[in-house]
C-alpha cells in the first residue's frame, strides 16, 4: 500500500512527488508514466522559457506561482549546476494600435510586483538590433533552461528520497474505496492512500477515471515552430515577443534563444485533432469526436472564428508563418527558417466556450486532479508541486506508513477545491 500515488511523470508530477517525499519523509510514494521517459510531452516539447510572470491577472494563481516559480526554479538550477540562463526579454508593440495594450501590460507588470522597464525603439535595438518596433518592455528576469533536464534531476531526487519510479505504466482504471484507491495500470494493480492525477493532455479522462468531473474538457492545442538556421542565430540575441492577444493564454509567435543556443520562431496555437498529436495529420477518432461534439468548442469558435482561421493558416503556410515574424524582424526569411518539432498545449476549456484561465486543482476525499496546467506550468513547477501538498496538508493531515488507519476522511463528500482565481 503506498501512501502516495502520482499519475504522470511530467514536471509538474515530479515536482509534486518531489514535494510530498520533503513534506512525508517517511512516506511511501511512487510516480507511474505510461512513457519509456520521464517528461516526454509538455515538458519535453516546450520553449524552455523561465517566465516572470508579467501577462498573468494580478492575484491568480499563475501571476503568484509564476513569479515565486522563476525564483525557486533559478535557484533550484543554481544548487543542482542545471545549466540555464537569465537573459531577460522584450516585449514589442509594432503599430500604433498596440501601444495601449503594451501599457496594459506594464501596469500588470508593476501589480505583479516585477522589474519591468519601458523602452523606446532605440533602446529595443540596443537589445537586439534586428527588431523594428514603436516601443517596448524589457523584462531583466525572464530566462531559459531545459525542463527535460530539470524533470530528470526532479526523478534523481525522489528515487534519493526513497520513492518508488515507474515508467511504462499507464494507469487505466481507478478503483476507490473510502479509505483507498486501487489503480488498475499495464504494469498491474498498485493501492494507494491517497492518488494525485498529473496527467497533463489526459488529466480531464484520468480526473473522470477518479469520479471527478472537472466541469472543463481538455482541447489539445498544438505549437508549431522553426528553427533559425545557425547562421542566422545571431538576429536574436535574447527572447522576443509581440503584443498578445489579451483575450488568449498564448502569447503569439515569438523568438526564443534556448539553452542549448539555437533560436526558435513559433509556437502557433492550432487545434489538433489528437491529444498527443505532434504531427498536422495527426488523428484520433475519439479525441476529435470529443472536440467536435463538446459545445463548449464550438461556443468558443464562434466568438474567434478570425483568429482560429489565421492560426490554421499560418500552420499550412510557411509564408503566413515568416510574415508574422517579419513584424518583429523583418530581415528574417522563409530560407532561414527550418521545421524543429512541436508540442501540444493541454488547455481547459469549459462547456459555455471559455478556457480555464488559470491553474486549476480539483480535489476529494483522497485525491487531487491538476485539470489545467499549461504555460507557465513548468516554470512554476515547485510552487504547484509546494501547493499540492499544502491542499493535502490542510484538508486531510495524514499519518503515513503506519498500520493505523488513515484520519482522511473528514471530507465526506467531492469537495471542488479549486486553484482557479
Ligand atoms: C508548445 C509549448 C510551449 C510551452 N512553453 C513553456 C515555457 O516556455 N515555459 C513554461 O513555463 N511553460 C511552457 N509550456 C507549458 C509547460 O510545458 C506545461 O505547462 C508543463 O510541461 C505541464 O507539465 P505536466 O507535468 O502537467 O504535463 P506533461 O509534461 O504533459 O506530463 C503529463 C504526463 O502524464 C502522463 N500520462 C498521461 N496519462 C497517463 C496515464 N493514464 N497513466 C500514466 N501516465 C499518464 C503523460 O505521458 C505525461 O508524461 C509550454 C507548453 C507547450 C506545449
Given amino acids: 500500500m503506498y501512501d502516495f500515488v502520482i499519475i504522470g511523470g511530467g514536471i509538474v508530477g515530479l515536482s509534486t512527488a518531489m514535494a510530498l517525499g520533503q513534506t512525508y519523509p517517511r512516506g511511501k510514494i511512487a510516480v507511474l508514466e505510461k512513457e519509456s521517459q520521464w517528461a516526454f510531452h509538455q515538458t519535453g516539447h516546450n520553449s524552455g522559457v523561465i517566465h516572470s510572470g508579467i501577462y498573468y491577472k494580478p492575484g491568480g494563481f499563475k501571476a503568484r506561482f509564476c513569479r515565486e ?26 503599430e500604433e494600435s498596440e501601444l495601449p495594450l503594451l501599457e496594459n501590460l506594464y501596469q500588470r507588470g508593476l501589480k505583479n510586483g516585477l522589474k519591468v522597464s519601458k523602452i523606446s525603439a532605440a ?18 528576469s525572464t530566462g531559459i533552461v531545459n525542463y527535460q533536464q530539470v524533470s530528470q534531476k526532479y526523478a534523481d531526487l525522489i528515487r534519493l528520497q526513497g520513492g518508488d519510479l515507474y515508467l511504462n505504466t499507464k494507469v487505466v482504471k481507478i478503483i476507490s474505496t473510502s479509505n483507498s484507491n486501487l489503480l488498475e495500470t499495464t504494469q498491474g494493480e498498485f493501492a494507494t492512500r491517497f492518488v494525485i492525477n498529473c496527467a497533463g493532455l489526459y488529466s480531464d479522462r484520468v480526473a473522470k477515471l477518479g469520479k471527478v468531473k472537472p466541469h472543463a474538457k481538455i482541447v489539445p492545442f498544438r505549437g508549431e515552430y522553426y528553427e533559425l538556421k545557425p547562421e542566422k542565430r545571431h538576429l536574436v540575441k535574447t527572447l522576443i515577443y509581440p503584443v498578445p492577444n489579451p483575450e488568449f493564454p498564448f502569447l503569439g509567435v515569438h523568438f526564443t534563444r534556448m539553452i542549448d543556443g539555437s533560436v526558435h520562431a513559433g509556437p502557433n496555437a492550432v487545434l489538433s485533432f489528437k491529444r498527443e498529436g505532434y504531427q498536422k495529420t495527426d488523428f484520433e477518432l475519439r479525441d476529435f469526436a470529443e472536440v467536435m461534439t463538446y459545445p463548449g468548442f464550438w461556443r468558443l469558435a ?52 471559455k478556457l480555464v484561465d488559470d491553474f486549476l486543482i480539483l ?24 501547493a499540492i501538498v499544502e491542499q493535502i496538508v490542510d484538508r486531510a493531515p495524514i499519518e503515513v506508513s503506519t498500520t493505523q488507519e488513515t484520519e482522511a476522511a473528514e471530507c465526506a463528500k467531492t469537495t471542488e477545491t479549486s486553484l482557479s482565481s
Fill in 69 to 94: 516559480g522563476n525564483r525557486s526554479m533559478v535557484a533550484f538550477c543554481q544548487e543542482h549546476n542545471i545549466d540555464y540562463d537569465i537573459c531577460g526579454k522584450v516585449i514589442v508593440a509594432v
Fill in 123 to 140: 533602446e529595443v535595438k540596443e537589445i537586439e538590433p534586428h527588431v523594428r518596433c514603436l516601443a517596448g518592455l524589457h523584462v531583466p
Fill in 302 to 353: 464562434a466568438k474567434h472564428a478570425d483568429e482560429g482561421i489565421q492560426e490554421i493558416i499560418r500552420s499550412f503556410s510557411k509564408a503566413a508563418f515568416v510574415r508574422s515574424l517579419q513584424r518583429l524582424i523583418p530581415e528574417v526569411q522563409a530560407e532561414d527558417l527550418l521545421p524543429t518539432p512541436a508540442g501540444v498545449r493541454a488547455q481547459a476549456l469549459m462547456n459555455n466556450g
Fill in 363 to 386: 480535489s476529494n476525499k483522497n485525491s487531487v486532479h491538476v485539470c489545467n496546467a499549461p504555460s507557465p506550468a513548468a516554470t512554476s513547477s515547485l510552487e504547484i508541486g509546494k
